[in-house]
């Protein structure tokens, strides 16, 4: 005689999905109620999640790094390293070379020889290794008359309350896979590579949707529940690569190296989800100029309608609010301004006022930041209702180089050019 736990039968029910719930019932029935009846039928592989790879190299279609343009995955680690005491051009170059032969081998799914076992089980899963150089980088290896005048520091902002201790640094690295156990592999061993050679400076952890959670491929939602990625510059708009990509000739000499390659800005933005929570759904949406079940924009249409900002209501009231976030991101507010958005979500428990130390990793890559974040940001600082819900904590600007061809590493142009 079995007596029936009612909470973790509904528990494992929500949670084993159809198969799993099978098993449940069979278990049940014979007695056996444990979380081995889950495991009754075999589960149903998602192959393509954990086979699915991307190529770290340069080829005939894409000279540009893995990370920018590829689908979102549902883990990502950021860190940046700056290079030990003593570090030179010499010693930069080594360790590049070392990470990009990893980062190549580690996206390719194949272990290291001395390896921890912590990914054995898992194939690729879309693991993709970016790597940029920080402002510092130039002056630690002498390479200083090769910075590129994009990598001015960014102007201060009145949402700023940045953490220096958490931003910048000498080299910045992007990881991102669909599998948290790739993710770690990747990055723990990336880290042992750097040796002596680079000391972590910072590290924040992200994360997305995981692959297959929704009935069907959706743009992502961030922790305020928007959808968010709607708007973003599309590979097949004409003017994609002049915006996301820097151009191959046209440029300072000095600059060459950087071609192919773009710049990231990398913003630690903290939600004030506590006051955000307690608006109305209908200040909610007006705050961002779309709506919360389908994204679609207050102007009508669905989440891919273009947005039309002149529209006005029936009552005479303009569709899309004067301080409405996407009028003021909007290339039409900026003089064309645009940028690839690619943020994470971030959540790094709660806060001492019990308020959650959440947001978004906001990550977005363009040519130039002085023709995308800069003046869309300055903007937004000035105009835009959702920015007092928001705290910008921690700010790093990178030159990513372009992917390496077969055979050479990430920068090898700038550290041998
Ligand atoms: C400086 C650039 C931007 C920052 C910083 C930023 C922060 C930020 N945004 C959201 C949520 C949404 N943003 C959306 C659109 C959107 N945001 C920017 C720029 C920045 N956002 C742009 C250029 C756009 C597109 C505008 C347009 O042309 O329509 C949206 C709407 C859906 C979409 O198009 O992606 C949401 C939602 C948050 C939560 C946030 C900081 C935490
Ligand atoms: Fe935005």
């Given at each position: 005689?079995?007596?029936?736990?009612p909470?973790?039968?509904?528990?494992?029910?929500?949670?084993?999905?159809?198969?799993?719930?099978?098993?449940?019932?069979?278990?049940?029935?014979?007695?056996?109620?444990?979380?081995?009846?889950?495991?009754?039928?075999?589960?149903?592989?998602?192959?393509?999640?954990?086979?699915?790879?991307?190529?770290?190299?340069?080829?005939?279609?894409?000279?540009?790094?893995?990370?920018?343009?590829?689908?979102?995955?549902?883990?990502?680690?950021?860190?940046?390293?700056?290079?030990?005491?003593?570090?030179?051009?010499?010693?930069?170059?080594?360790?590049?070379?070392?990470?990009?032969?990893?980062?190549?081998?580690?996206?390719?799914?194949?272990?290291?020889k001395?390896?921890?076992?912590?990914?054995?089980?898992a194939?690729?899963?879309?693991?993709?290794?970016?790597?940029?150089?920080?402002?510092?980088?130039?002056?630690?290896?002498?390479?200083?008359?090769?910075?590129?005048?994009?990598?001015?520091?960014?102007?201060?902002?009145?949402?700023?309350?940045?953490?220096?201790?958490?931003?910048?640094?000498?080299?910045?690295?992007?990881?991102?896979?669909?599998?948290?156990?790739?993710?770690?592999?990747?990055?723990?061993?990336?880290q042992k590579?750097?040796?002596?050679?680079?000391?972590?400076?910072w590290?924040?952890?992200?994360?997305?949707?995981?692959?297959?959670?929704?009935?069907?491929?959706?743009?992502?939602?961030?922790?305020?529940?928007?959808?968010?990625?709607?708007?973003?510059?599309?590979?097949?708009?004409k003017?994609?690569?002049?915006?996301?990509?820097?151009?191959?000739?046209?440029?300072?000499a000095?600059?060459?190296?950087?071609a192919?390659?773009?710049?990231?800005?990398?913003?630690?933005?903290?939600m004030?989800?506590?006051?955000?929570?307690?608006?109305?759904?209908?200040?909610?949406?007006?705050?961002?100029?779309?709506?919360?079940?389908?994204?679609?924009?207050?102007?009508?249409?669905?989440?891919?309608?273009?947005?039309?900002?002149?529209?006005?209501?029936?009552?005479?009231?303009?569709?899309?609010?004067?301080?409405?976030?996407?009028?003021?991101?909007?290339?039409?507010?900026?003089?064309?301004?645009?940028?690839?958005?690619?943020?994470?979500?971030?959540?790094?428990?709660?806060?001492d006022?019990?308020?959650?130390?959440?947001?978004?990793?906001?990550?977005?890559?363009?040519?130039?930041?002085?023709?995308?974040?800069?003046?869309?940001?300055?903007?937004?600082?000035?105009?835009?209702?959702?920015?007092?819900?928001?705290?910008h904590?921690?700010?790093?600007?990178?030159?990513?180089?372009?992917?390496?061809?077969?055979?050479?590493?990430?920068?090898?142009?700038?550290?041998?050019?």
């Open positions: 005689m079995t007596t029936e736990h909470i973790t039968r509904r528990r494992l029910l929500g949670t084993a999905g159809a198969a799993g719930a099978a098993g449940l019932v069979a278990g049940g029935a014979s007695g056996a109620f444990t979380a081995q009846a889950v495991r009754a039928e075999p589960p149903t592989a998602l192959t393509t999640v954990g086979s699915t790879a991307v190529a770290f190299h340069a080829d005939d279609r894409a000279a540009h790094q893995a990370g920018i343009t590829t689908p979102l995955q549902a883990t990502a680690h950021l860190v940046a390293f700056d290079l030990a005491p003593g570090g030179d051009r010499k010693s930069a170059a080594a360790l590049l070379r070392r990470w990009s032969k990893r980062a190549e081998e580690l996206m390719a799914g194949k272990a290291a001395d390896d921890s076992g912590v990914a054995y089980d194939g690729p899963s879309s693991l993709t290794i970016t790597f940029g150089f920080g402002r510092t980088f130039f002056d630690r290896t002498g390479l200083t008359a090769k910075r590129p005048a994009a990598l001015e520091p960014l102007p201060h902002f009145t949402a700023d309350v940045l953490d220096p201790k958490r931003g910048e640094g000498d080299l910045w690295i992007q990881i991102g896979s669909d599998d948290a156990f790739v993710a770690f592999h990747a990055l723990r061993t990336l590579d750097a040796g002596d050679a680079a000391r972590l400076r590290q924040m952890n992200g994360f997305t949707r995981t692959p297959g959670a929704t009935a069907k491929p959706m743009t992502v939602r961030n922790l305020m529940g928007q959808v968010d990625g709607t708007n973003n510059p599309h590979p097949s708009d003017d994609f690569d002049a915006r996301v990509f820097v151009p191959a000739s046209g440029g300072p000095a600059e060459a190296w950087m192919g390659g773009s710049y990231a800005v990398v913003r630690r933005i903290r004030l989800l506590d006051d955000w929570d307690h608006l109305s759904r209908d200040r909610q949406e007006r705050v961002i100029g779309r709506r919360k079940s389908d994204g679609a924009p207050l102007s009508g249409g669905t989440e891919t309608t273009p947005v039309d900002l002149d529209k006005f209501n029936k009552d005479g009231s303009i569709a899309i609010a004067g301080d409405a976030h996407i009028r003021v991101a909007a290339p039409e507010s900026n003089h064309g301004a645009a940028m690839l958005r690619r943020p994470f979500s971030y959540h790094d428990g709660f806060r006022d019990g308020a959650p130390d959440a947001g978004l990793l906001f990550i977005c890559w363009q040519a130039d930041p002085m023709k995308g974040f800069v003046p869309v940001q300055r903007k937004l600082d000035r105009g835009d209702g959702l920015s007092r819900f928001l705290r904590e921690a700010s790093g600007l990178y030159a990513v180089p372009p992917a390496p061809k077969p055979g050479g590493y990430v920068g090898q142009a700038l550290l041998e050019g």
